[in-house]
């Protein structure tokens, strides 16, 4: 069964300091992985995304990595801001179908104190 | 910055209902869909299409209706609203993907709709 699963469900950090977010999936065959923002009451807002082929990506203060291998991934967030404060969404999309279908996993709920 | 818009952002109506929420993108792109997300929970595909004059049920089964008669627009009608429809429904857009490469899928801000 094709899955995405995230760790940890929930976050708490202080601001400045980094953070990194897991993300393990079943999706077969794999086409790419990506990363999501999405801030409470808010539609997702795209960070990354991966092909097979690409092992990191980097937007700002955000960086992904991604194993193809392990099937894992992960988000690391580096000075952390008080706005980092949202919902990160691990999305994973197979290429078994002209759709390419997307499997969403659960998210991690971050929180950024002062 | 995403083009793609959904109205209304929040509405309250009464069980029995007939509801309609408008999704539009300006960025040309084929591929639209709708997903419904209860909160802490991941998104669920109900419908999507891959161009004018073309829709398909998505994985979650949803008693809503699309239609896909303009690129540009993608509305969503639930005939007749029940207390179990409350959620987010969030609409998004894409650029045909290749089958080597992603691309971004871009989602509109979400309507919350709940039915009493």
């Known amino acids: 069964k094709n899955q995405v699963e995230q760790s940890p469900q929930s976050l708490i950090i202080l601001e400045g300091k980094n953070c990194t977010l897991q993300?393990?999936?079943?999706?077969?065959?794999?086409?790419?992985l990506r990363w999501y923002k999405q801030d409470t009451g808010r539609g997702p807002v795209s960070l990354t995304i991966?092909?097979?082929?690409?092992n990191t990506k980097s937007n700002g203060r955000y960086t992904a990595t991604l194993d193809a291998d392990t099937k894992q991934s992960s988000l690391h967030i580096t000075a952390s801001q008080l706005s980092d404060s949202a919902s990160y969404i691990c999305?994973?999309?197979?290429?078994?179908?002209?759709?390419?279908?997307?499997?969403f996993g659960r998210g991690t709920q971050l929180t950024v104190w002062p | 910055e995403a083009d793609i818009y959904q109205t209304p952002r929040y509405l309250v109506i009464g069980t029995g209902k007939k509801i309609t929420l408008e999704c539009s993108q300006t960025?040309?792109?084929?591929?639209m869909y709708w997903y419904q997300q209860d909160p802490g929970m991941e998104l669920h595909l109900i419908h999507y299409?891959?161009?004018?004059?073309?829709?398909e049920k998505g994985d979650l089964s949803s008693e809503s209706t699309v239609s896909r008669i303009r690129t540009e627009h993608f509305p969503l009608t639930l005939e007749s609203a029940r207390p179990s429809h409350t959620s987010q429904y969030l609409c998004?857009?894409?650029?045909?993907?290749?089958?080597?490469?992603?691309?971004?899928?871009?989602f509109g801000e979400g309507s919350w709709l709940t039915v009493v």
């Open positions: 999305v994973v999309s197979d290429r078994g179908s002209t759709l390419g279908r997307l499997y």
């Open positions: 998004a857009s894409s650029e045909t993907q290749t089958r080597t490469s992603g691309n971004t899928i871009y």
């Open positions: 299409s891959y161009g004018v004059n073309s829709t």
């Open positions: 991966m092909t097979f082929s690409e």
């Open positions: 993300c393990n999936y079943t999706v077969s065959p794999f086409s790419n």
């Open positions: 960025m040309g792109h084929d591929k």
